[in-house]
């Protein structure tokens, strides 16, 4: 494998779960192409890059779209590892999706065996409105309770798409500067604050 | 031979290629012949069946166990391209390193060097084990899934090629390293073996294929009479991120087929245990070199599709004109009723004009036309379109030559339009000027006449282009079948 030059800009690898069908590979490739695809076409596991700015900042994205389905639950565990910060969806539209959250936390929480993981817990489809089924205070009760952030999006309106991206960029970022200090030997103290922060947020 | 002790190995882990490297440089064992009886058994392996393979392969094992032990070490990183480079780097090296074993052969001081060699390499790898053990945390994946010692198929799922020939990757190397230096070594290719050489080389294998030396002779030599068909293909890896990507899609589908047998393997192997840094860097880079073959597929795949459909509303298109140039024949016939000749030269300067009309029309109609098309016919032909890629893209081809033919014709039906109706106007004074009681007789002669020339006429264009459709549809399957 080829060791990356010291050069190269930060890489943040994030992680797209939920279950099938509630707009993970949409809202990635709203992301990433600025498309929107109509036709449903369920995802095994895809894998993408971007290069972006971040706060004036070079830094470069690994987006991996996992599958929604059980059946391929038995690699998920693999990227699962990987990942470094996590947005959790579920459509706004579908209660099920919403229930099924709790487990994908629990999965990663499992997996990855830290509760301040970056995550963000995102409530897809805002778009649709009328045919809402998970109110705005259930989701976020939802979310304080875990101590993560709650947005809507709408991968076919772009609404809040980049937000979502950006905002688990950052907690990576800020998790990954925590980590260097604690490791320098010091920083417990500002452990405790960006913690803070990240929940306020 | 202190070189085969476990801390050495430790220092490579996986780094096949540097090891089998070295291996070649200290061990002393070896004398060139043996090495090469070695390579022979390898290849002969190969071109032999499976059976005689796996008996080879088992034998291998028992013959040099040290030897064996450290390629256990070499497996599945190897997998990645980086790995090939063996071919190239280790080839400049072995060469020296055979170079020097013949200057220096059987002199007293080639152990010395050898030694020294082996100091400097001690502290070579002892830098790069501080760096491997920084970088992969995790156990060896050689001593989890070894492919020496395991049985064949086995060892083909634990080092895979991925191209879809199931020979354990080292041994493919090995193959493909020989078909690479072979010409220039004498003995392998450069000059061709003589009776004595395999007979000397039956004898040395005898005992590892676990049959007569005469058999195993009579195996060497008829070799080419008995596996005809047996081809040696270099193996070239899975692409890694970076390369560039392959734009037809035929390549596209394989190297997909690579990737996803790469993909399967990396999965299985965390699956046992196989944990690090590196591989899960790897499991990404290679889920997007798959997404991005998947898109590129679609992208390719779409835009054939998007073709073909053009093609096929273009079919109905001149289809659809030609049945208004049949209606606007009957329009030209219906008008004898009136005896009047003025009407008739009216209407017959009229039908070009609608004719005109009507095609442009059909032209505007595409986008109807396209719908029909996919409702119809098409949705049949489609779902085995969609089969076969490769038919679909012949098949295209044809569809445009013809496509392209039909649109010359409408253009030159078109100009002949224009040219008879220019006639008219400069022709009718003259027929009008002729008054003669015989003239609607003739007139109705004529234009009946002239409908079943019109019918025949179409029936006969209506074959040519269905037997041009045919043909299309034959060639591209007869080129499909070839590839």
């Not at chain 2, 450290?70 to 072995?94: H, M």
């Not at chain 2, 030694?115 to 053990?133: A, C, H, I, V």
């Not at chain 2, 073909?308 to 209606?327: D, I, P, R």
Request: glycine share 4%; proline share 3%; aromatic share 6%.
């Amino acid at each position: 494998m080829s060791k990356k030059p010291t050069a190269q800009p930060a890489l943040h690898k994030v992680i797209m779960v939920g279950s099938g069908g509630v707009g993970k590979s949409a809202l990635t490739l709203q992301f990433m192409y600025d498309e929107f695809v109509e036709d449903y076409e369920p995802t095994k596991a895809d894998s993408y890059r971007k290069k972006i700015l971040l706060d004036g900042e070079d830094v470069q994205i690994d987006i991996l779209d996992t599958a929604g389905q059980e059946d391929y639950a038995a690699i998920r565990d693999n990227y699962f590892r990987s990942g470094e910060g996590f947005l959790c969806i579920f459509s706004i539209t579908e209660d099920e999706s919403f229930q099924a959250t709790q487990e994908f936390r629990e999965q990663i929480l499992r997996v990855k065996n830290d509760e301040n993981i970056p995550f963000l817990l995102v409530g897809n489809k805002s778009d649709l409105e009328d045919r809402r089924k998970v109110s705005f205070q259930e989701a976020s009760d939802r979310a304080k309770q875990w101590g993560v952030p709650y947005v809507e999006t709408s991968a076919k309106t772009r609404e809040h798409v980049d937000k979502v991206f950006y905002d688990l960029m950052r907690e990576i970022r800020a998790r990954k500067m925590e980590e260097n200090k604690t490791n320098n030997g010091r920083g417990k103290d500002k452990s405790k604050k960006k913690k803070l922060k990240c929940t306020l947020l | 031979m202190d070189f085969d002790s476990p801390d050495v190995m430790k220092d490579f882990p996986g780094l096949y290629a540097s090891e089998l490297n070295k291996q070649c440089n200290n061990d002393s064992d070896y004398s060139d012949d043996n090495e090469k009886v070695m390579k022979k058994d390898i290849l002969i392996g190969k071109r032999k069946e499976k059976k005689d393979k796996d008996k080879g392969y088992a034998a291998l094992e028992g013959e040099s166990s040290a030897d064996e032990n450290f390629k256990s070490r070499s497996p599945s990183k190897t997998k990645k391209a980086k790995s090939f480079k063996f071919s190239t780097k280790t080839k400049e090296k072995r060469d020296k390193s055979r170079e020097k074993e013949k200057d220096v052969d059987k002199k007293k001081d080639r152990d010395k060097k050898n030694d020294k060699k082996l100091d400097k390499e001690k502290l070579k790898s002892e830098k790069t084990k501080k760096l491997k053990q920084s970088l992969d945390e995790s156990a060896d994946i050689g001593d989890i899934l070894p492919i020496f010692g395991a049985t064949l198929e086995v060892a083909v799922e634990r080092s895979r090629c991925h191209d879809g020939v199931d020979i354990p990757l080292p041994i493919r190397e090995c193959i493909d390293y020989i078909e690479s230096i072979g010409v220039s070594f004498e003995g392998i290719y450069k000059e061709k073996c003589n009776k004595m050489n395999k007979q000397s080389l039956a004898a040395a294998l005898n005992h590892t294929f676990h049959c007569s030396s005469r058999l195993l002779h009579a195996l060497l030599h008829h070799c080419p009479a008995l596996f005809p068909s047996i081809r040696i293909e270099r193996y070239i890896p899975p692409l890694e991120s970076g390369a560039k990507l392959p734009d037809n899609p035929e390549e596209i589908d394989h190297e997909l087929k690579k990737q996803e047998s790469l993909l399967t393997q990396i999965h299985k192997e965390m699956n046992v245990g196989c944990i690090s840094k590196q591989r899960e860097e790897l499991l990404w880079e290679v889920q997007r070199i798959i997404t991005q073959l998947k898109r590129k597929l679609k992208c390719a795949n779409k835009d054939k599709e998007a073709v073909v459909e053009k093609n096929e509303s273009l079919h109905e298109e001149k289809e659809e004109a030609k049945k208004l140039t049949t209606e606007t024949g009957d329009q030209s016939q219906d008008t004898p009723d009136h005896s009047d000749i003025q009407e008739i030269k009216q209407n017959l300067s009229i039908v070009p004009e609608s004719q005109h009309e009507d095609l442009s029309r059909v032209e505007k109609s595409v986008d109807i036309n396209e719908e029909c098309s996919k409702n119809d016919d098409g949705a049949s032909e489609y779902s085995v379109l969609d089969n076969n890629l490769a038919l679909l893209q012949l098949k295209n081809e044809g569809l445009h030559l013809l496509r392209d033919s039909l649109l010359k014709d409408i253009q030159t039906e078109r100009n002949q339009i224009m040219l008879l109706k220019s006639h008219i106007s400069t022709d009718t004074p003259p027929t009008m000027m002729v008054p003669s009681e015989n003239l609607d007789e003739v007139m109705d002669l004529f234009l009946k006449e002239n409908q079943i020339l019109q019918i025949k006429k179409i029936n006969l264009v209506r074959q040519i282009i269905e037997e041009q459709e045919m043909c299309i549809e034959l060639k591209a399957q007869i080129q499909s079948h070839r590839l």
